[in-house]
């Protein structure tokens, strides 16, 4: 994201390349503060609500350390994402600001857990938390900063993108989601707004196909809703509606769990959304059971789409979370294996004038379009403007996806499943979803993020990019480079995450607080001592303890009696990361 919004020292918005000019380096924290609520007053008074305390805190807490630049994503429920630039690592960062005040408790304990995971996610694609401060009025998750912004705003300016370009895409957040899922974390959002994008820094006359830097990155962000899975299973339901998958929308009904297969709904979701440039589904009609649930693709749009992608998206829509493929098995599939020709040619599938955002609807099986239902649509409950729904395209219904209900006498359960979408709608917004605004509350139209519509026409994301498709040729490399590195260190780090239930295992939490003691902005060598010294005490408390490191981990592996079982027996091993610079 370029720096159009940011406070140059006149107080005007700035549209520089921030990276290399921080003309609000001359200002004290104070000021631009100061300046930023005016501004953000002036904004939120036109939007109709918003609170600048978040930021006046903000400002006080951290001003020795970062200096704010504009935000992100302006405050439209109890947080706010807002650029920074942290002057002691001489590097932006994203500081998503959680105002405490309006939290329950319950809400508070996400925003540890969210913590929790975060910091001990370590990934390519997912977003690195460099650092979390608790004030009494605010949390503040410091995070990498995504600076071109995520795939919503992507689409939504450019519309559909090339079958090379997303599989670049897919690729990513499939390796994201295999690392989240081989440690049992489901993130239960996936949907565009929460794919943070990064396009490369140069992109002239380079062959790099084999050097990963200069992909397009995209990671996963936003774990507000994720949990650590310990048995694999989750109850509670939760997600955005239109990404839900059928067993967690019946959860309560005919369900009483689901697991990481729902990730991989929701991703389908969203490569079909890229693919096409709108969503698969409206979200009036909650299907009566899972065996209802038929997924259909309008054939004048999804005929444009290669097969290969075609079968990339089918397999994630797949009704049946069983045999849904995960996200190991979407690695192997045909897409990835295609080579830089097929690829390249792949023009007719780029973005396309004749779809629309927009070109969605439901209906119910004998091909009436359920009038109406766009009142029962959530979208995202992040409040975003969502695709709206193109009244031309509405009468057009074969020309649409919809998910349908087999039995066609369904008018009936058209209205039922709306008041039960309601029921479940109310349900979820109560239990996960109550620190958010209503959609009434919402701007219908959000401000586009800062500096996006020329930097992606730059970037030629209207076009196939020749570059990407190049690149593309790799793809099979990339996965294969990240599978690996994975596999080795999955156990470990699921069993990391263990700390999350320490109640339910106390006699672990001795030796799990050696982790907790190599406070990340601490150098090797004093990690190493705490280490060392740390391992002594435990080794008293448990038994044996083994210890390795490199430059990113510190292993420990521990053999305990563990006092309660007559057996020796070797409990886990733990991998702390170590902070990167
Ligand atoms: N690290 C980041 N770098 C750049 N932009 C970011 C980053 N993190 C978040 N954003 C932007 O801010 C938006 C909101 O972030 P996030 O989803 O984490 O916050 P949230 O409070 O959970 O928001 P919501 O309530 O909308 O889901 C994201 O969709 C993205 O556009």
């Known amino acids: 994201m370029s720096q159009s919004g940011a406070i140059s020292s006149s107080g005007s918005t700035d549209s520089s390349d921030s990276s290399s000019n921080f003309p609000n ?3 004290t924290v104070a000021e631009l503060a100061a300046r930023e609520v005016a501004r953000l007053s002036k ?15 903000l400002s006080d807490m951290l001003k020795h350390r970062y200096k704010l630049i504009s935000p992100i994503r302006p405050s439209m429920s109890n947080s706010e994402v807002i650029l920074a630039y942290d002057q002691i690592l001489d590097t932006q960062v994203a500081l998503k600001v959680i105002n405490k005040a309006s939290l329950t408790d319950a809400e508070k304990w996400r925003v540890l857990r969210e913590t929790g995971l975060l910091k001990k996610l370590s990934h390519p694609n997912i977003i690195k938390l460099q650092d979390f401060h608790e004030t009494e009025t605010c949390y503040v998750f410091v995070l990498e900063y995504m600076k071109d912004g995520d795939l919503f705003d992507l689409v939504k300016e450019t519309g559909a993108l090339t079958s090379a ?7 990513q957040v499939a390796l994201g989601l295999r690392y989240l899922h081989a440690r049992r974390v489901i993130h239960r959002d996936i949907k565009p707004e929460n794919i943070g994008i990064r396009f490369p820094t140069s992109m002239e006359g380079d062959d790099t196909s084999d050097n990963y830097e200069h992909w397009t990155e995209v990671k996963l962000i936003d774990f507000g809703l994720s949990t650590y899975a310990k048995s694999g299973r989750a109850t509670t339901p939760c997600g955005t509606l239109g990404y839900m998958a059928p067993e967690i929308l019946f959860i309560g009904l005919h369900e009483c769990e689901y697991t990481s297969a729902v990730d991989m709904w929701a991703f389908g979701c969203l490569l079909y959304i890229l693919l096409t440039g709108a969503p698969p589904f409206e979200l009036g009609i909650v299907p009566q059971s899972k065996l209802d649930v038929v997924v259909s693709y309008p054939p004048s749009i999804w005929s444009k789409v290669p ?11 797949n009704p049946n979370p069983e045999t849904r493929i995960t996200a190991a098995k979407f690695l192997d599939l045909a897409w990835f294996q295609e080579d830089d020709e097929a690829e390249g040619e792949d023009e007719s599938t780029g973005p396309r004038d004749d779809v629309t955002v927009g070109d969605i609807e439901c209906e119910s099986n004998d091909g009436d379009t359920s009038e109406g239902t766009s009142d029962n649509c959530t979208g995202s409950c992040s409040g975003r403007s969502y695709f709206s729904v193109d009244s031309r395209a509405q009468s057009d219904a074969a020309e649409k996806s919809s998910v349908q209900i087999k039995d066609s006498a369904q008018k009936a359960a058209v209205g039922i499943a709306n008041k039960r979408m309601d029921t479940a709608e109310s349900r979820m917004k109560s239990h996960m979803f109550h620190n958010r605004p ?10 586009p993020p800062i500096g996006h519509s020329s930097k992606h026409k730059a970037k030629g994301l209207h076009q196939p990019v020749p570059v990407e498709a190049r690149r593309a040729k790799s793809i099979a490399d990339l996965i294969a480079k990240y599978k690996d590195e994975q596999e080795d260190d999955a156990a470990a780090t699921e069993f990391d995450l263990e700390s999350l239930t320490l109640d339910r295992e106390p006699h672990l939490e001795g030796w799990l607080r050696l982790s907790d003691l ?4 601490a150098s090797k060598d004093k990690q190493d001592k705490e280490l060392e010294l740390q391992t002594e005490r435990k080794q008293e408390m448990f038994g044996s303890i083994e210890g390795d490191s490199d430059d990113r981990h510190v292993i420990v592996r521990v053999t305990t009696d563990d006092r309660s079982s007559a057996e020796p027996a070797e409990v886990a091993v733990n991998v702390v990361n170590r902070p990167l610079f």
């Open 518 to 521: 190599l406070r990340p902005s």
């Open 165 to 171: 370009q997303v599989r670049i895409i897919a690729a």
């Open 307 to 317: 097969a290969n992608a075609q079968q990339a998206v089918e397999s994630c829509l």
């Open 43 to 57: 904004q939120r008074t036109q939007k109709g609500g918003g609170s600048t305390a978040i930021f006046l805190q």
């Open 438 to 447: 209503s959609d009434e509350d919402l701007p219908s139209e959000v401000d």
């Open 25 to 27: 380096l001359n200002l």
